[in-house]
């Protein structure tokens, strides 16, 4: 008997089981329409769609200084949870985003001087909202996902913060001040997502111990602030729904239970100063990681059906546990390998 077989079957069982409970319930959520902002980990076409005419389009061969139309190889996770709903998706993520400001000091040169708008992710809600019928429509999901280039910049000594801990204030205030503006334009429906891990991205393994520890420990304190902020946000108003997604958390359980054969090479083919050097690695799908900071579009895949399956009986941050129980932790495994066994 084909053990693997009986045991798929054994997940997808359990898992229609628990998708006709899901179902059945007055809280579940889904959207028929969803805005998001971020940086690379969502953009797609977003800073091509700026950079691109100017620059051209990228090459690894003929013009390394071209603009990529998206920072994975293929879809991203939005877009896959867009289709998992059937929803209007409108992606204005800007890759190298800050939570306020671009992480290229060339690119923010040609913001400063009025040549581009805003790229930033307080700048794409104050460009989108500029744009928009107001008031906004109370059923729109809204997305925030961003913050990895605010520590980046900073772990790079780019910051223009004196200390990690003003850094992280600054960039959670300029997420919560953007969730009050959305909110005072008419939003109730939020999803705000925590950041991956990245002390054990490909682009820290290649550095010390230390150095993976202390970008773990960053990232850690980063996303704690926000969940407290983002709480308190939530707590301040009666009639919105937040959710909130623990990316942090789903990373690690993704690599413990194995979905991902490799999870500390990229699929891109680097040469030694960490270049693209147009080949790539294969076969695609045992991939975790597509270069030294952004995840495969299986990865994406992944992320955007199960953000699909949590917040389906989600109803909002005050309302269920911030951490993974044991309980939901066993029942997180069943959901991931029934979704790697489908991808």
Known sequence: MNMNRVKKRLVISFFILISTIWAASASAATYDRMVVFGDSLSDHYGLHTYLGPILGDYDAVTNPGGIREVWTNGDVWAEYLAEFWNAELDNRAIAGAMTQGHDTPAVQALVDQGVLPPLGMTGQVSTWLDEAALPLSGDTLFVIWVGGNDLLVYGEGRSEAATAEEMISDAVTNVTAALGQLYDAGARKFLVMNLPDLGTIPYCLSQSADVQAA??????????????????????????????????????????????????????V??????????VNEPAWAYLYWDTVHPTTRTHKLLGHFVGFRLY????????PRCYSNGTYSFMKSQLEYLAAEN
Do not use: M, Q
């Open 270 to 279: 680097l040469d030694e100063d960490g270049n693209d050097t147009g080949e």
């Open 313 to 320: 009986f989600d109803s909002g941050i005050g309302n269920h």
């Open 215 to 268: 970008t773990t420990e960053l990232t850690e304190n980063f996303n704690t602030a926000l969940y407290e902020a983002v709480e308190a946000f939530a707590e301040s108003e009666n009639d919105e729904t937040l959710h909130w997604f623990d990316v942090f958390t789903f990373l690690h359980r993704v690599v413990e239970i194995g979905v991902f054969p490799n999870t500390t090479d990229t699929y891109l």
